[in-house]
């Protein structure tokens, strides 16, 4: 571990079951969890009563959480948002109650052969109401680029970063999901880096997009975590 870089992970890719990932984190020596995945069902899908039992097992053993794996904006942007919000709101009680300020979330999928433009209003429509919550209830929303969603390159994360970067509002980089959109990824770092608070270590192949071990595929791994640590980067590795 680096000096204020601290490791975390996503270990419902470890079992489902909470108790093995406490016992392999353990081992690990890890001390943060991203929760997604607990018990064979979402975090989000929980209840606060039932939650703050999961927060008492890790309590017990010493873990926190870096972040809410959450899948809010994970949706279509044709998708009913109302619904959705009330999602996110519970999600936002659940990140209080796991004491941790950061929720990851995405920006809408775009529907298939659709142009981006088009939607780019009701997009930012619906995270303005997102980041507006967010700052009324003191968390960081941190937006994960991904495949098939508006911020799914560079450019237009950096569009949604132009619109609402902020205290409660900045960047996941992922490495292998940057692949995936075949975007080059030192291009990607240059124009992200200002609002990167938050990295996930995973990689991808560029021919076939396949995810591998990191440092084994095409997302410059090695060299942007090394220009991370040169540039003062301070936070988790996921």
Not at 20 to 36: A, D, G, P
Not at 155 to 164: I, K, Q, R, S, T
Request: aromatic letters at 12%; proline letters at 3%; one cysteine or more.
């Amino acid at each position: 571990m680096w000096n204020e870089i601290v490791i975390s992970g996503f270990a419902d890719e470890i079992d489902s079951n909470l108790v093995k990932q406490i016992t392999v984190l353990k081992k690990l020596n890890m001390k943060h969890i991203e929760m997604r995945g607990v018990n064979g069902k979402n975090l989000v899908d929980y209840s606060i009563t039932e939650a703050k039992e999961i927060k008492y097992q890790l309590d017990a053993e010493g873990i926190s959480l870096s972040s809410v794996g959450s899948p809010i904006g994970k949706i279509s942007i044709t998708d009913a948002f109302l619904p959705h919000l009330e999602k996110y709101k519970h999600t936002v009680e659940l990140a209080h109650l796991m004491e941790t300020p950061y929720i990851r979330m995405f920006s809408f999928y775009i529907p298939e052969g659709a142009e981006y433009e088009g939607f780019r209003s009701k997009v930012m429509e619906q995270m303005g109401e997102f980041v507006d919550y967010a700052k009324v209830n003191n968390v960081t929303l941190l937006h994960e680029n991904e495949k098939g969603i508006y911020g799914d390159n560079a450019v237009h994360c950096a569009e949604l970063m132009n619109e609402f970067y902020g205290d409660h509002f900045k960047a996941v980089f992922d490495f292998a999901n940057f692949v995936q959109c075949r975007q080059d990824m030192m291009e990607a770092y240059e124009l992200l880096k200002p609002y990167i608070a938050y990295i996930h270590v995973k990689d991808a192949v560029w021919e076939s997009g396949k995810v591998v071990p990191a440092g084994m595929g095409d997302g410059h791994v090695e060299e942007i975590l090394r220009n991370l640590k040169a540039d003062g980067y301070k936070g988790y590795l996921s």
